[in-house]
């Protein structure tokens, strides 16, 4: 929470009280993604009077603000950064609204802000107009581009508001974060009225605003916590003495700390989506297996052919199953027994897709299980050398159990086959030209833009009609067509599909197609 606005909202008027009327002096980078900047009592170079610095840390694993009361600039390998506020007086510091922004403003009318946003974070100066001068990090080429003006964001925050957002509390409070999201949702998840909820809200900014700031552990991360939480290593009331503590006990972390809590996090990250996988996959099969089953329609269609009349769309015919009446969709243009038919062949599929949820839940498991074994052992090694042998020897580098097709795309299983669907235009990308083979089935919504959809092969198998048609009706949902009565959809393998040097994210060339009309529909 040490970029979060409620602590940022603390930190401004107490740097306002150290900056207010001292001088801009000089800011230098010695370290890649690291600048200092100097401030003084005075301008005059022999007699600066009390000084005070600013270490800014922006790199993009992790982005802090120090203040050092001393820092000796070396004598090579070092250059200077915004070098036109030499001299300058600064006039105010503030934070800009909901925003984790910090602004400090000199008595010409520039402007130095602190972005703080995470693996984003910046240092950007601006000229009298509020046009950007200067960025730290050129990396962010948006920001040369970032207006002064878009940094606050006006929110209504009131009780109405929140009865307006079905009292979901994120919309109005974008800038509470993880840590305070997670703790609300624990303590909002018995109160039942609208007014129970907000007061607990009202009663969590209370605590975000108090004068106490904990610097505590999580997992064994160090963390800057407006409320108590984990392990406390330190309590302060002065938001920059917070701010050094926790800087200096993160950086202080050892190799062994920091490789072991991340591969932990990512370990018990899997864990709780296999947990979820495990829960929706028992109760989707428990539906299945409680529900009717097709090819029990069919016979009850096929002992009663002579009761239904031509042409109908549904029947009510005795369950000799469950002993009771029960009434039966079908298909008018069919007869009673070519309908009976279609239930045996949703029969097929529907014992097929029970088999392969079985078969997933039992995978599942032993993926379960395996990761908690990794847990134990990893969480008892205390030597940076061993741990990173059983990392490789186990397969668990951290790009490979980071990073997993549920995670990057949409994911839809339909009849044993599994759907991949790209979020983005640079996501689509990635899903065709890197996790998609060349016997895979290719889809996209004819002639307007959405995403790509990928059916993964089985081989030795064709792709059943049934499962193409339904990966098409998912193209037409995510596409421009979404709302159109009728999509053409083009399909057709991978190989056939290519992205020539120059061409835009998402866009491809596809060398051959074959088209099928679906009505859009999710998942």
């Known amino acids: 929470m040490h970029q979060n606005y409620y602590f940022l909202k603390q930190l401004a008027p107490r740097l306002h009280d150290e900056l207010a009327g001292k001088y801009f002096i000089e800011a230098f980078s010695q370290e890649k993604d690291e600048i200092i900047l ?33 820092f000796d600039r070396a004598r090579r390998n070092s250059v200077n950064l915004f070098t036109d506020l030499a001299g300058n007086a600064v006039e105010y510091v503030r934070v800009f609204e909901n925003e984790r922004a910090v602004q400090i403003s000199f008595a010409d009318n520039r402007k130095l802000v602190f972005k703080l946003f995470g693996n984003r974070s910046n240092l950007i100066s601006y000229d009298r107009e509020g046009v950007v001068l200067q960025v730290f990090n050129n990396k962010l080429p948006a920001d040369k581009l970032l207006s002064l003006a878009s940094l606050d964001r006006h929110i209504d925050q009131s009780f109405e508001a929140f009865v307006a957002n079905s009292l979901r509390f994120e919309p109005l409070f974008p800038t509470f974060g993880k840590l305070v999201n997670a703790r609300l949702h624990v303590l909002l998840h018995d109160r039942e009225s609208a007014t129970e909820k907000w007061a607990v809200i009202q009663d969590m900014l209370r605590e975000l605003e108090s004068p106490f700031f904990y610097v505590t552990r999580i997992e064994l991360i160090p963390v800057l916590s407006l409320f108590e939480t984990g392990d406390l290593i330190t309590k302060y009331d002065d938001p920059i003495e917070a701010l050094n503590g926790f800087y200096i006990a993160y950086i202080r972390l050892s190799g062994i700390e920091k490789e072991k809590a991340e591969i932990l996090r990512i370990l018990k990250k899997r864990i709780q989506q296999t947990e979820n996988y495990l829960d929706n996959t028992f109760k989707k099969l428990v539906e299945l297996e409680e529900a009717v089953k ?39 243009e069919l007869s009673a027994q070519k309908n009976a038919e279609g239930y045996y062949r949703k029969s097929k599929n529907e014992k097929i897709e029970i088999a392969r949820l079985n078969d997933s839940l039992q995978a599942r498991e032993a993926e379960k299980a395996r990761m908690q074994q990794h847990l134990e052992k990893i969480e008892a090694i205390d030597v940076l050398r061993e741990l990173r042998v059983y990392i490789k020897n186990n397969g668990l580098d951290q790009g490979k159990i980071a990073i997993s097709t549920d995670e990057l795309f949409k994911k839809v299983e339909f009849l044993g086959y599994t759907i991949l669907i790209g979020r983005n235009a640079k996501n689509n990308d990635v899903l065709t030209k890197q996790y998609a083979s060349k016997e895979d089935l290719w889809l996209h919504a004819k002639d307007v833009t959405g995403s790509h959809v990928v059916v993964k092969n089985q081989p030795g198998k064709k792709f059943p009609a049934p499962v193409i048609e339904r990966a098409a009706e998912l193209a037409a949902f995510y596409s421009k067509r979404k709302n159109d009565s009728l999509c053409p959809v083009i399909f057709t393998p991978k190989k056939f599909v290519r992205k020539p040097k120059g061409l835009p994210d998402g866009a491809v060339v596809v060398d051959k197609e074959d088209v099928v009309m679906v009505v859009a529909k999710g998942e």
Not at 55 to 70: I, M, R, V, Y
Not at 311 to 320: G, T
Request: aromatic share 12%.
């Open 38 to 70: 100097v401030f003084a009592a005075s301008a005059e170079e022999e007699n600066p009077g009390e000084v005070f610095f600013i270490k800014a840390a922006l790199k993009s694993n992790f982005a802090c603000l120090s203040f050092p009361d001393k």
């Open 294 to 332: 097709n090819d029990e329609l069919g016979n009850i269609i096929m002992a009663n052919l002579h009761e239904i009349p031509a042409r109908a769309e549904k029947v009510e015919l005795f369950d000799f199953y469950r002993e009771k009446p029960i009434t039966i969709k079908l298909k008018k």
